[in-house]
T-cell receptor, first 113, second 116 residues
Framework: DAGVIQSPRHEVTEMGQEVTLRCKPISGHDYLFWYRQTMMRGLELLIYFNNNVPIDDSGMPEDRFSAKMPNASFSTLKIQPSEPRDSAVYFC???????????FGPGTRLTVL | AQSVAQPEDQVNVAEGNPLTVKCTYSVSGNPYLFWYVQYPNRGLQFLLKYITGDNLVKGSYGFEAEFNKSQTSFHLKKPSALVSDSALYFCAVREEEYSSASKIIFGSGTRLSIRP
């Protein structure tokens, strides 16, 4: 298996633009997680899905952030409109269950100018 | 509510010496505990976990961790450090509960620096 795949790896955009981050989890994993990592705030869980259904989105910063999982092999995290404070590395991870280890993708480094 | 703490932002060790990265946790019931490592510009990688059984857990790259229930700790250890162990280490915890709503909580991370 290729592991968790994220695209793009780097994204530079201007304030106010829409940003869409993409993730393909490991096949067979029922759980998918979106994290944000910054120097100031460390690693934050934004939202996670179980069998394509959002379970906990309490970490989503505000209404500008939304996430979807239309099927078992694809998820998106969208920011609209983007702001400079959204600049961070965004990770997607997947796992078989929440009792098992998570496998992280390489991350998307987002810079909002 | 569950929580996890990594009291040291940075740990510095000479190559060949033993290393310890500390982690303490708080949960209502029994914990599931994990250690992850992050190398520069990479995602987190799983190192080891404690679910039940032996308190000493062995993992990847020669790392091990000791679960101490009375001290609510899960310190990461290695007998002899390598320069290549230099990275950011995260401890994580989740409660053992029979609910799909349970989630894993990550610590703030400890930067391990091994000097030659």
């Amino acid at each position: 298996d290729a592991g968790v795949i994220q695209s793009p790896r780097h994204e530079v955009t201007e304030m106010g633009q829409e940003v869409t981050l993409r993730c393909k989890p490991i096949s067979g994993h029922d759980y998918l997680f979106w994290y944000r990592q910054t120097m100031m705030r460390g690693l934050e869980l934004l939202i996670y899905f179980n069998n394509n259904v959002p379970i906990d989105d309490s970490g989503m910063p505000e209404d500008r952030f939304s996430a979807k999982m239309p099927n078992a092999s694809f998820s998106t995290l969208k920011i609209q409109p983007s702001e400079p404070r959204d600049s961070a590395v965004y990770f997607c991870a997947s796992s078989l269950t929440t009792r098992r280890e998570q496998f992280f993708g390489p991350g998307t480094r987002l810079t909002v100018l | 509510a569950q929580s996890v703490a990594q009291p040291e932002d940075q740990v510095n060790v000479a190559e060949g010496n033993p290393l310890t990265v500390k982690c303490t946790y708080s949960v209502s019931g029994n914990p599931y505990l994990f250690w992850y490592v992050q190398y520069p510009n990479r995602g987190l990688q799983f190192l080891l976990k404690y679910i039940t059984g032996d308190n000493l857990v062995k993992g990847s790259y020669g790392f091990e961790a000791e679960f101490n229930k009375s001290q609510t700790s899960f310190h990461l250890k290695k007998p002899s450090a390598l320069v290549s162990d230099s990275a950011l280490y995260f401890c994580a915890v989740r409660e053992e509960e029979y609910s799909s709503a349970s989630k894993i909580i990550f610590g703030s991370g400890t930067r391990l620096s091994i000097r030659p």
